[in-house]
């Protein structure tokens, strides 16, 4: 006897497909619902502990006087050593940089930005988070390639006063990325769950029809 025959040849078999198939739909929708949930959820604590950063450690070291114009010489150099001790300690963080609301960068730890330049096509973000407080983005670019890799990172906008805006860089890899790959081996198993029962209920009722049945 086949495998086919083995659990399709009787009637109660068609009723088991089906509640199998109705659990497995069920446990797709909760994969799909709660995975995004656990994104939600990762979001809003990367969230959180880039704001921090912001207020424990850049909002302290810095007045108005400093965020009036590009930091550079040996205050750039004592501000990244600080920022280098405490917030890029924290392997999930890959940047720091400080904007003014005009998109003039004042601040970064980015070897290949150019402090002074306000070449950033980031002004909406910019005006965003000073209008209506700390920002996170995803799928962002301010240099606007459709395909450029920093695209991945997940970027928070905190405002600081003299109407500069801090921007604290996550990676993806280290925020996002495990939760969605859990979630989503919860995906493919339920999928594939629901289209097994799904196929054995119709061949339940061919072999019925066949005269398998018992």
């Given amino acids: 006897m086949s495998v086919i025959e083995r659990f399709t040849r009787d009637v109660a078999s068609k009723y088991v497909w089906a509640a199998l198939a109705l659990a497995a739909a069920l446990g797709l929708a909760y994969a799909i619902t709660n995975g995004g949930q656990a994104q ?26 400093d965020l009036a114009a590009p930091i550079t010489g040996q205050p750039a150099e004592s501000l990244e050593a600080a920022v280098r001790r405490s917030i890029l300690a924290d392997e999930r963080v890959t940047r720091v940089r400080i904007w003014s609301s005009d998109g003039t960068l004042l601040f970064s730890t980015g070897r290949s930005d150019r402090t002074g330049s306000n070449e950033g096509l980031n002004d909406p973000v910019l005006s965003e ?47 996002l990325a495990a939760v969605r790959t859990e979630w989503r081996y919860y995906q493919i198993l339920a999928g594939a769950m629901l289209l097994s029962s799904v196929v054995c209920v119709p061949l339940t009722v061919v072999a019925l029809h066949a005269g398998w049945g018992i």
Avoid at 129 to 158: K, Q
Wanted: charged share 35%; hydrophobic share 30%.
């Fill in 40 to 65: 939600d959820d990762e979001r809003a604590l990367a969230h959180g502990r880039a704001v921090g950063y912001v207020e424990e450690v850049l909002d302290p070291r810095l007045d108005s006087r």
């Fill in 129 to 175: 988070a000073s209008r209506d407080g700390p920002i996170t983005r995803s799928n962002f670019s301010d240099g606007g390639g459709p395909d450029d890799p920093e695209r991945s990172l997940l970027r928070t906008y905190v405002p600081m006063r003299a109407s500069a805006v801090a921007e604290i860089d996550q990676t993806d890899e280290g925020t």
